[in-house]
């Protein structure tokens, strides 16, 4: 690893912003729709509403609204950007890329651009490649963007899978932040066996769009909850412990969690098995829902709006998704606002 | 009471926020406990890992009462 004298390089988080659509979807909307209740959503997951993109809003728009404030928030034009990540379920095509067509519109001439597929664990899994490229020198400027428009690839029958998800997305900059702040450690799982537990089968090159693969429902989103939960709870745990000892610290240094906000249960399953009160722990999946690879940095910038989060605290992300996959990441977070 | 059932009545305690004296054998889940589908799912994976078991779907499915685990639980030790 490139040092400068004796300091070794580390990268961090230097910009932060997100976006989500208008439109609120509440549990007693949904009680319109399909055959459910506030009551049943709220005590098995926490989310009372969600946010929907307009039909004439894809992913990229979401994510281009979230990455032009986070740039702003960073103070760093678009060609100072080397790479681009956009983390997403939902690309506005198969191919190209969402962040080519994000590139395009920041006019991040100087970028390269991908996306990348980890479910909903994706924007962590992102910004961990973001923090290689910048600690191997071969990038100073990473945009690393979640974004998601999920209400378009739910089946609006089902009540096993639409009250979970919404639409938003989040965006930030990765560069090197000075002292021992910054990403200490991460930690990437999977476990590809689980694959069939959360996915959406149509549209690939297995069941290509075709009529009867519209008619069989193929191109919505099938969910096995109870074992997805299962994971999740164990994912948890793996990825904060995993995180944890990479980075030579115990359950007991940590300050601030930020989890994936797909269930308040599984949430707090995490918090209580950390140790840590409810007010060290990031919830907003009562307003957004699941937003898959927004979540986190929605997350995160409700954190450090209110004050939560403080210069040098430890900060540990964790996340779960479809692959299954699994990831944490520890930050010595630097307050690049002060 | 068992050495079994110690263990699992700390496990429900925990899991379930109740006190103690509830974890009664005839003590059903839902009913008594106030247990719903996902915190049974919690408590199943807290037994599969304390007893170091695995405990499938379809039998804990059938699990409703706290004498009913015990009984699975010693069946298997
Ligand atoms: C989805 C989840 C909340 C379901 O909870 P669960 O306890 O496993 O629920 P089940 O599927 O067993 O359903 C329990 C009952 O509620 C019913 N139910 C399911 N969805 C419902 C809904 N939206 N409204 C009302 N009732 C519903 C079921 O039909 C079932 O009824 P039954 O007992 O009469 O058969 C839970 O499994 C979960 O959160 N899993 C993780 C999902 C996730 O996070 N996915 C994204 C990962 S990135």
Redesign the pocket.
């Known amino acids: 690893m490139p040092m400068v004298g004796e300091q070794k390089i580390r990268a961090g988080i230097v910009g932060l912003a997100t976006y989500v659509p208008e439109r609120v979807l509440t549990n007693s909307d949904l009680q319109k729709m399909?055959?459910?209740?506030d009551e049943?959503?709220v005590a098995?997951?926490g989310i009372r509403e969600r946010r929907v993109a307009a039909p004439e809003e894809a992913t990229s728009d979401l994510a281009y609204q979230a990455s032009v404030k986070a740039l702003d928030d960073a103070g760093v034009k678009p060609d100072e950007i080397d790479l681009i990540i956009t983390a997403t379920n939902t690309p506005d095509m198969i191919f190209p890329a969402t962040a080519c067509l994000l590139q395009d519109r920041l006019g991040a001439k100087n970028a390269g651009a991908f996306d990348l597929l980890a479910?909903?664990t994706g924007f962590i899994y992102a910004v961990s490649v973001a923090s290689q490229f910048i600690e191997a020198g071969n990038a100073s400027t990473v945009l690393v963007v979640g974004s998601e428009v999920l209400t378009k690839i739910m089946n609006w029958q089902d009540?096993?899978t639409c009250?979970?998800f919404g639409d938003g997305a989040g965006a930030v900059v990765i560069r090197r932040v000075p002292g021992d702040r910054g990403i200490l450690s991460s930690a990437l799982g999977a476990d590809g066996s689980g694959a069939y537990h959360?996915y959406m089968p149509g549209g690939g090159s297995r069941h290509p769009i075709s009529a009867e693969v519209i008619e069989q429902g193929l191109q919505f989103t099938r969910?096995n909850?109870?074992e997805?939960?299962k994971f999740?709870v164990r994912a948890m745990e793996e990825g904060s412990a995993k995180v944890l000892q990479r980075a030579g610290l115990s359950v007991s240094d940590i300050d601030f969690l930020i989890p994936?906000q797909?269930?308040i249960?599984?949430i707090e399953h995490a918090a209580k098995k950390m140790n840590l009160p409810m007010d060290r722990v990031a919830v907003n999946v009562d307003r957004y829902g699941?937003t898959?690879t927004a979540s986190i940095p929605l997350a995160l910038e409700e954190s450090l709006n209110s004050g939560k989060i403080k210069d040098g605290d430890i900060v540990i992300m964790v996340g779960?998704?479809?692959g299954l996959t699994w990831a944490g990441m520890l930050m010595k977070w630097y307050d690049y606002r002060r | 009471m068992s050495a079994v059932f110690n263990r699992v009545k700390e496990i429900i305690v925990e899991q379930l926020g109740v006190e103690p004296e509830e974890v009664k054998l005839e003590a059903s889940f839902v009913d008594d406990l106030g247990a719903?589908?996902?915190d049974i799912?919690e408590l199943i994976m807290a037994l599969e890992e304390e007893f170091d078991l695995q405990i499938p779907d379809e039998d804990a499915e059938k699990i409703r009462k706290v004498g009913e685990v015990i009984k699975y639980i010693e069946e298997r030790k």
């Open positions: 399909v055959d459910t209740s049943w959503i098995r997951t479910g909903c009540r096993n009250v979970l959360l969910m909850g109870r997805v939960f999740a994936h797909a269930n249960r599984i699941n898959s779960f998704g479809a | 719903d589908s996902l799912v």
